[in-house]
Structures are given as C-alpha cells and as structure tokens.
C-alpha cells in the first residue's frame, strides 16, 4: 500500500494507488474527468499531524477518539489563528509576522473546505480545480519551510525552547503564544 502523496496524485497511473478510483486521473489525458478533493484533503490530514506535534499546537480536548479524527481544517484553522503571533520572519534586527505564509495557509484551508470535504464518493472537481487545489496544498506544506535554508521551521530548538526555527535562523515558531 503506497502512502498516498501529491506527486503520486499529480502521477500517470495515480488511479491505480487511490481507493475506489472510478476514472484516469483528471491531471493526465486531455479529457478533464471529474476528481475527488477528498484525496488532497487526507494527504493534508496526516501531514499536518506532524505539524500540529512538532509545533505542539493546542487544541480542546474532544472525547475519546475524536481527538484522534482531527482533519485538515482543524488543524489549519489553528495554524492561521496562533500564527499572527507565533509565525514570524526576521526583518534586520526585529521579528514580524510572516504574513504571506499565512496567506498561502488561509488560501488552502479555504480550497480544501470548499473542495475537500465532499462525500467520499463524490468525484466532481473537474481538472483546472484539482490543479488548484493540490498547488494551493503544496504551498501551504512548502510556507512552513524557510526558503532560504530549505529546513522546516521545526528544524532547531533554540533560546531555551521558547521556540523551534529554521536551521538559518531567518523562520520561527514561538511555543504557546497563540
Ligand atoms: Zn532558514
């Protein structure tokens, strides 16, 4: 069973890796065939798990294994609320907040909510939308890597833990201000 990806969803035979798969995909051939945001969407639900651990994002309490069935949006949705305080670049000698990383998260969440929270059955994106949505999800993945040094903003600890940053220095995360 191949871990679903971008790449393999952007791949010739992605069908073959997708379950229930009904259709070529929509990103290959010249007929556009209608596409399911639902498998942008669970490719954002496990990545941003990691996210949400590595930069020890907090979140209510739900019962038992709701906490387990969070999906992209939760955890999006966090990201962009704690990130106008804890989601910031260096500008000579000051922090600010990294506001067009931002941008390209808020951009996502709102694609993958209109697009990515459809039945499971329902193949009705049609391919300049799957185009769309897949690029709008890599950037928001890419917007949490410091372009610069190419390292995730989890990268390093630094200053007695207060944060975690890039290998350069330039992209931090501060713990616990959101
Ligand atoms: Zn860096």
């Known amino acids: 069973m191949h871990r679903i990806s971008f790449a393999i969803l952007r791949s010739e035979n992605a069908a073959s890796y997708l379950p229930n798969a009904l259709s070529p995909h929509p990103l290959q051939g010249t007929t556009p065939q209608p596409w399911r945001g639902n498998d942008?969407?669970?490719i954002m639900d496990v990545e941003l798990?990691?996210?949400?651990?590595?930069?020890?994002?907090?979140?209510?309490?739900?019962?038992g294994e709701k906490n387990d069935q969070r999906?992209?949006?939760d955890f999006l949705e966090r990201l962009i609320g704690d990130g106008s305080k804890c989601l910031q670049k260096k500008d000579g000698d000051k922090w600010i907040c990294d506001t067009?990383?931002?941008?390209?998260?808020?951009?996502?969440?709102?694609?993958?909510?209109?697009?990515?929270?459809?039945?499971?059955?329902?193949?009705d994106l049609?391919?300049?939308e799957a185009t769309k949505l897949i690029d709008s999800c890599e950037q928001a993945l890419e917007a949490l890597k410091c372009s610069g040094c190419g390292k995730p903003l989890w990268f390093a600890d630094a200053a007695g833990a207060?944060?975690?940053?890039?290998?350069?220095?330039?992209?931090?995360w501060r713990y616990g201000k959101g």
Request: hydrophobic letters at 40%; one cysteine or more.
């Open 40 to 42: 942008a969407r669970k």
């Open 71 to 73: 999906m992209a949006h």
């Open 100 to 123: 067009g990383r931002l941008a390209l998260l808020e951009k996502a969440d709102g694609l993958l909510l209109s697009w990515g929270n459809r039945g499971s059955h329902s193949f």
């Open 49 to 63: 798990v990691t996210v949400a651990q590595k930069l020890e994002l907090r979140f209510p309490y739900l019962r």
């Open 162 to 172: 207060e944060w975690v940053q890039c290998q350069c220095g330039e992209l931090r």
């Open 126 to 128: 049609v391919r300049p």
